[in-house]
């Protein structure tokens, strides 16, 4: 018997956490923070990770409530993450010392998940295990684990698919199709095609733009948004402050392929920019370092921008941390004057992101454009694409794999409902779609 427990991640987007128990054996699938939440109590910026017990997160509800599964405690085999991102790993130097197991990712997500470790001298009793993408690990006798290449805004991102004798257990959070990447290798359509002819027993599927009639733009078209802004835009004479999501290397390359057409020094200033390029060339993925200056500390960052006088700001494309308006980024500090360093009228501030839609993102971002508006400078919003599947990419992936159940994750009711219509549309009957909250048991 399969029971799939929904821990996190089936009320809202973040605290990602499912548990499957195959026979009295568990595997859990991510262990993530909810950023909202969590940087709200911690103060933190927000990809980064400061240390305090994992009971008190729980309390704020930043962490999963792992309280859901305590009588599994004991039968989980492995934590297994997608996935880089905080919303899917972020949990884990908090919450994994609760069970005896080892943790399982990709190259990349398990070098971040160690330079997160050793920055706040957190120590784990679970072994920490390395799986190449596309590789195949026996987890017991009664369970196989399959990393398959997905595509998304972080490298080495997979779907975890759980062999077992009842069927195949597809895990989908987060993901999108990507056939013209930047940086790696496109999805692996060809394996996925082949484990729908196996027989899926469920997909577990991210949700978060199931409403959205439309297929998800490759990261190839971001850079060509970005070659439009950088290169055919006047900024002539004038400093470039970009700014993107620390963990979004192919974003980060496309800058400095792009940015280097203009002769200009790149700087990359802040901790968590620091942390996930170290991380990336730690695995292999890039080598940026011998390309741009990085930056990581508060008092160096000052020390360098101090050092850029005001005849050679034209020089410098500056990439920063601060993408989301956080009070303590180093963008905000910039533009507050807790940094030393001069914005000038007509100096261009770009986002290549989106304004991630929470309450406390959404205030900070319009207060950071407000201030900078007022300053003269230049904004330019929303140079981005999507790291997930809109409704059209979920629709493929359903074709694809052609699951018996269809669970839907990663997303608020209305996420979710938007991925249980399509289902309906698509010909799957309702006891074959499971709308489930946190904490709620499917046996399948």
């Known amino acids: 018997m399969i029971e799939i427990h929904t821990v996190g991640g089936y009320n809202e987007v973040g605290k990602n956490c499912t548990a499957i128990n195959v026979d009295g054996e568990v595997v859990l699938c991510d262990l993530g923070l909810h950023l909202e939440s969590y940087i709200k109590y911690t103060d933190s910026d927000e990809e980064d990770i400061v240390k305090i017990t994992g009971s008190k997160l729980m309390e704020v509800g930043a962490v999963p409530d792992i309280s859901v599964i305590n009588h599994l405690k004991k039968n989980v085999k492995a934590i297994v993450s997608t996935h880089a991102h905080l919303d899917h790993i972020g949990a884990i130097p908090y919450l994994s010392n609760k069970f005896d197991c080892e943790i399982l990712s990709t190259p990349f997500s398990t070098a971040v998940l160690k330079a997160i470790l050793k920055d706040e001298r957190i120590d784990l009793k679970n072994p920490i295990k390395a799986l190449t993408v596309n590789c195949s690990y026996h987890l017991s006798k009664n369970?196989?684990?399959?990393?398959?290449?997905?595509?998304?805004?972080?490298?080495?991102?997979?779907?975890?698919?759980?062999?077992?004798?009842?069927?195949?257990?597809?895990?989908?959070?987060?993901?999108?199709?990507?056939?013209?990447?930047?940086?790696?290798?496109?999805?692996?359509?060809?394996?996925?095609?082949e484990l729908g002819k196996k027989g899926i027993l469920a997909l577990i599927c991210d949700s978060t733009y199931a409403k959205d009639a439309r297929k998800t733009s490759s990261e190839s078209v971001a850079k060509e948004m970005l070659k439009d802004v950088l290169l055919g835009t006047n900024s002539r004479g004038k400093l470039i402050i970009m700014t993107t999501f620390a963990s979004h290397l192919a974003r980060l390359k496309s800058i400095i392929d792009i940015g280097s057409k203009l002769n200009r020094k790149i700087v990359f200033l802040g901790r968590s920019l620091a942390k996930y390029v170290q991380a990336g060339e730690d695995v292999g993925i890039v080598k940026f370092s011998d390309k741009v200056e990085i930056v990581k500390y508060g008092k160096q960052i000052e020390k360098r921008l101090k050092s850029i006088k005001d005849n050679k700001r034209k020089d410098y494309i500056l990439v920063v941390t601060g993408h989301q308006g956080e009070p303590k980024a180093v963008l905000s500090k910039i533009v507050d004057k807790k940094i030393n360093f001069n914005l000038n009228p007509e100096d261009h501030v770009i986002f290549s992101c989106k304004t991630i839609p929470t309450p406390t993102n959404i205030e900070n971002r319009a207060f950071l454009e407000k201030k900078l508006r007022e300053k003269g400078i230049r904004v330019f919003k929303d140079i981005h694409v999507s790291g997930h599947a809109a409704r059209e990419d979920l629709r493929d992936l359903i074709n694809l794999v052609k699951p018996k159940h269809i669970i839907p994750a990663h997303g608020n009711k209305e996420m979710r409902e938007a991925l249980a219509d399509l289902a309906l549309e698509m010909g799957y009957k309702k006891e074959n779609i499971h709308l489930v909250r946190d904490g709620q048991k499917i046996r399948v």
């Open 143 to 193: 369970i196989k684990l399959e990393f398959i290449n997905m595509t998304h805004s972080t490298p080495q991102t997979v779907m975890i698919a759980i062999h077992t004798k009842y069927g195949i257990i597809l895990y989908a959070n987060d993901f999108k199709f990507d056939s013209y990447p930047v940086l790696g290798k496109k999805p692996n359509y060809e394996r996925l095609r």
